[in-house]
């Protein structure tokens, strides 16, 4: 009798959909998987590196992209160069926007949340942003021209359901700590002089998501490097030349915008959201209502929204729907943790390893160059494997 051939389709090819991907094809044999993966995109950009826009020429970004394509070819998927609109969950196809329906047995969503510019009156991309290739190529430029001002890093808020635990004002502003603490490390003595560096968040603390001992010496961190902060920001109205707050107007010669978190448009237009835009999953990371589907990475209903737990998370899923299919025991469940590597800059990096937000007590956090080392290496070692490393988390 012929083997069982499952249909897997993965919709969203960054660090979720990839490492769903490959932890696929690690696990099973390749005559029983017929695997798909869908992304507008043919190239991801590997997102933790764009905060080098702070020190490196505009052109830095074309080292950080993965051809999404080769990486599908190695792996014995299909790639699919489109976008998603629709999944049908009771006939179990997903409609996408120029090729025709695609048939699923599991499905892995992993398209992560639109970024919500038109949330705040006069905010979009022209103002500044780091999160996506083109953002960071026009920021490495201003940085280029710099002449000393006011250099503004503005965090948009979390959409989510007000009364989710934990809840977070922002879904993910370490990458603003991070560019901040670039930048002050790559201006010359002079003209760091002549610039004001200012931090902005709606969270009432730097470090919202991080433990008491690790937000203390982040807050250290910030103050001995002077970068102005701004917490329980409330937005008003954006122009070219500064934020209007609730507190005051905020002069900028320079924006870098981290948008709003808005959730998804796919999951919302398929009803599997929990009515903020974000996929409620179980400890495995399936969809409570339906069990074929798995919803791994920033789409899911978890905070904070960070690359790390997107591979954890793909790892656990994958193992258990292997598992459910083998008729195996199931794997442990998803422990959500925060973890934070940022480099500083002048030879330093930021670690912190914690569990409070969630209840528990881990608290670890670690400021040297061994967490500078330790985040470039991870930097080169993603790219260089394509996402598949050695030890993956
Ligand atoms: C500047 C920056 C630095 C960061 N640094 C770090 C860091 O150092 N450490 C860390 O842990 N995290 C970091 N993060 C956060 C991290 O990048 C995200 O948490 C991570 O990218 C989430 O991965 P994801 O695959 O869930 O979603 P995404 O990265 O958003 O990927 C979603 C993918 O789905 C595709 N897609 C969207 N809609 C559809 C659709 N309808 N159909 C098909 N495909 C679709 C998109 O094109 C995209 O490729 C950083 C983020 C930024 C912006």
Not at 50 to 68: C, E, G, K, N
Request: aromatic share 10%.
């Amino acid at each position: 009798m012929a083997k069982p051939r499952w249909r897997v389709v993965v919709l969203g090819a960054r660090f979720a959909g990839l490492t769903v991907m490959h932890w696929i094809r690690r696990l099973t044999p390749r005559d029983q998987v017929e695997g798909t993966i869908v992304d507008p995109w043919p190239f991801m950009t590997y997102r933790p590196a764009l905060v080098y826009a702070m020190q490196a020429s505009p052109t830095f970004v074309r080292h950080w992209r993965i051809d999404v394509r080769r990486v599908a070819r190695r792996a014995a998927f299909r790639f699919v160069e489109d976008r998603a609109v629709f999944i049908d969950t009771a006939q179990q196809k997903v409609y996408l926007a120029s090729h025709g329906p695609l048939s699923y047995d599991v499905l892995f969503l992993t398209t992560g949340s639109d970024p919500g510019w038109h949330t705040i009156d006069g905010l979009d991309v022209s103002l500044g942003g780091l999160c996506e290739d083109y953002l960071a190529r026009y920021t490495a430029t201003v940085v280029q021209r710099w002449a000393g001002g006011s250099f503004v890093f503005a965090v948009g808020p979390h959409h989510g359901n007000p009364n989710g635990t934990p809840r977070l004002a922002t879904a993910d502003e370490f990458m603003v700590y991070e560019s901040s603490l670039l930048l002050d490390s790559a201006l010359s003595p002079a003209l760091r002089r002549q610039t004001d560096i200012w931090l902005v968040t709606p969270a009432p603390t730097v470090g919202q998501a991080l433990g008491p001992r690790a937000r203390h010496r982040l807050l250290e961190t910030m103050q001995r490097r002077h970068i102005h902060l701004l917490t329980n920001a409330e937005y008003v109205r954006v122009d070219p030349n500064g934020i209007h707050l609730r507190s005051g107007y905020l002069p900028a010669n320079a924006m870098v915008w981290i948008p709003p978190y808005t959730g998804s448009p796919l999951a919302r237009a398929s009803h599997l959201d929990d009515g903020w835009g974000w996929v409620p999953v179980n400890a495995h990371l399936q969809h409570p209502e339906w069990p074929n589907i798995y919803a791994v990475g920033d789409i899911t209903i978890h905070v904070p929204k960070l690359a790390h737990s997107a591979m954890v998370q793909a790892r656990v899923a994958v193992h258990h729907w292997w598992a459910q299919v083998t008729k195996t025991p199931a794997p442990p469940p998803y422990h959500p943790q925060v973890l934070c590597l940022i480099d500083i800059g002048h030879g330093q990096g930021f670690f912190a390893l914690n569990t409070t937000l969630y209840g528990d007590s881990r608290d670890l956090v670690y400021v040297g160059p061994a967490a500078q080392w330790a985040k470039r290496v991870f930097n080169r070692a993603y790219v260089w494997g394509r996402g598949a490393l050695m030890v993956m988390p």
